[in-house]
C-alpha cells in the first residue's frame, strides 16, 4: 500500500512539474482563415514582445503603403538616434538614406532596431511619439493588453502584449495586406551588394511555413510568431517566453505540424484533443483553457484615415451581400476589396463566399459578414449611392471563406 501511496505521489508530483514548465511558455494557435483558437497555454500572460513588437511597426507602415502616403521608393532619412540602436541592426549611417523596400526587409530579415526607428522617426517626430500611435492601433484591432512603448522591442519595462494580443496582431497582417504578406517568407535580401540572411529557421525546417516574426531579449525569452499552410488549410501560431531557442522552434513546429494534420484530417477541430495531442508530444500536461474551444477577439480593422471610426458590434448578425461571379477567385477578391475599402471607417470581422448551385452553373455570392444592422444598413446606403450593389442579410455563415 505504502508503494503505491509513494508511485501515486511521484507521479503527481511529474505532472506538477511538467505544468509548471509549460507555465513559463504562452502559446496560441489560430485557423488562420476563421480566426478560431484551436490551441492555446497561458496565452493571456503578460510578457515582454521582444521583436516581435516589429509587426505593429510593419502593420503600420504597410497602411501607409496602401493608402499612397509612402513608397517603396522613398529615401527616408536616418537620423543619429536611429544609427544609435543597438544590435541587431543594418548598420545605416547617420546622415544616410534608405529606401522603404530596404528598411522593410532589414526589419523582416534582419530585424533591424535601426530601420525600425527609422520607419518610426518617417511616421512621428519621435519614436516615443509613433509608440503612441502604436498603442492606439492596437487597441482599434483589439488588442486589449498591449502597449508599446518603441517601434523594435527593444527592452522597456513597460512594453508588455500577450500571445492572444499577437495572434490577432498576425491575423491583421495577413488579412488586411495579403499583398504585402510574402514579404515575411523571405530568407534573405540584398543590401549594397551584401547578402543579409535572416533569423527564422522554421522557413528551412517546416514544409509550408512563410513567415512571420521572431524575437528575443533576456527578459522575454525566445519569442515567434509564425504561419504555414498545408493543403487548404492554414495556421497561425504564437509562442512566447522560452528560455532556448531550439525549444521554441520545437514548439511552434509542433503545434503547426499537429494543427494542420488535425485541420486537414478532420471537418471540425476538435480542441479538447488536439491540444492533449500537443501537450502530450511534450510530456507536458497542462491543458489550454480547460480544453474549450474558443474564439478569438475578432480581427477588427484599423481605422486607416482621420475620419470617424464606427466600431461595429464583434461578431454581428448581419451581413453584406455584393455580388455574384461564375468565378470563385474573383468573388473573393472582390469580397477583400470591399471590406478594404469599408475598414477605412468600420471594423470589418470577415468575408465569406457562398456556392450557388443551379442547372445553370455555380455562382459564387461574394459577402462581408459580422456586423451589427445598424452598421449593416449605413453601409449599404453608402454603397447604392456610389451604385454599387448591396443588400443587408442574416448572417448564417461560419465566418469562413468558401473552399473549392
Known amino acids: ?32 482563415e476563421s480566426g478560431k483558437v484551436i490551441y492555446e497555454s497561458n496565452a493571456d500572460e503578460l510578457r515582454y514582445p521582444a521583436s516581435l513588437t516589429k509587426l505593429m511597426t510593419l502593420y503600420i507602415t504597410f497602411n501607409a503603403l496602401e493608402n499612397k502616403k509612402l513608397k517603396l521608393t522613398d529615401k527616408l532619412k536616418v537620423s543619429h538616434v536611429a544609427a544609435g540602436r543597438s544590435p541587431s541592426k543594418l548598420g545605416v549611417a547617420a546622415g544616410s ?12 530579415v534582419k530585424s533591424a532596431n535601426d530601420c525600425a526607428t527609422v520607419l518610426a522617426e518617417h511616421f512621428s517626430p519621435s519614436e516615443a ?37 499577437m495572434s490577432i496582431l498576425a491575423m491583421a497582417v495577413y ?22 540572411t ?32 498545408r493543403g487548404n488549410k492554414r495556421v497561425i501560431a504564437v509562442t512566447m517566453g522560452h528560455k532556448f531557442l531550439n525549444d ?49 477577439a475578432p480581427v477588427k480593422t484599423a481605422s486607416k484615415t482621420p475620419a470617424k471610426h464606427y466600431a461595429a458590434v464583434s461578431n454581428g448578425k448581419y451581413a453584406l451581400q455584393i455580388g455574384s461571379f461564375s468565378d470563385y477567385n474573383r468573388a473573393k477578391n ?13 471594423a470589418v470581422h470577415d468575408i465569406m463566399v457562398e456556392k450557388i448551385s443551379s442547372p445553370k452553373g455555380d455562382l459564387y455570392r461574394s459577402k462581408v459578414v459580422g456586423f451589427a444592422k445598424n452598421d449593416a444598413t449605413r453601409i449599404c446606403q453608402n454603397m447604392k449611392r456610389n451604385k454599387q450593389a448591396c443588400l443587408v442579410v442574416a448572417d448564417n455563415s461560419k465566418l469562413k471563406v468558401a473552399q473549392r
Not at 538614406?97 to 523582416?108: E, G, K, L, R
Not at 529557421?201 to 522575454?220: I, W
Request: net charge positive; with cysteine; hydrophobic share 40%.
Open 248 to 296: 521554441r522552434d520545437k514548439h511552434a513546429y509542433k503545434m503547426m505540424d499537429l494543427g494542420l494534420d488535425h485541420m486537414n484530417k478532420n471537418r471540425t477541430v476538435d480542441v479538447a484533443a488536439l491540444t492533449g495531442a500537443i501537450n502530450g508530444r511534450n510530456n507536458q500536461t497542462v491543458v489550454a483553457a480547460n480544453n474549450a474551444p474558443k474564439k478569438s
Open 129 to 165: 511619439e509613433f509608440a503612441k500611435l502604436m498603442t492606439t492601433t492596437a487597441k482599434k484591432l483589439g488588442m486589449k493588453h498591449t502597449t508599446f512603448k518603441n517601434a523594435s522591442g527593444l527592452p522597456n519595462s513597460q512594453q508588455k502584449t500577450t500571445a492572444r494580443d
Open 334 to 346: 472582390y469580397a477583400v476589396k470591399i471590406k478594404n475599402n469599408i475598414a477605412k471607417t468600420y
Open 198 to 229: 535572416g533569423h527564422n529557421h522554421l522557413l528551412d525546417t517546416f514544409k509550408g511555413a512563410d513567415g512571420m516574426k521572431t524575437g528575443y531579449t533576456a527578459a522575454s525569452g525566445f519569442n515567434i510568431i509564425t504561419s504555414a499552410k
Open 175 to 196: 488579412h488586411h495586406f495579403p499583398q504585402y504578406y510574402k514579404w515575411f517568407s523571405k530568407k534573405s535580401f540584398t543590401y549594397k551588394g551584401q547578402k543579409i
Open 97 to 108: 538614406t534608405i529606401s522603404v523596400q530596404d528598411a522593410i526587409d532589414a526589419v523582416v
Open 1 to 32: 500500500m505504502f508503494k503505491k501511496i509513494i508511485t501515486v505521489f511521484c507521479f503527481v508530483s511529474l505532472l506538477f512539474m511538467s505544468a509548471k514548465a509549460l507555465a513559463a511558455t504562452s502559446s496560441i494557435m489560430l485557423d488562420a
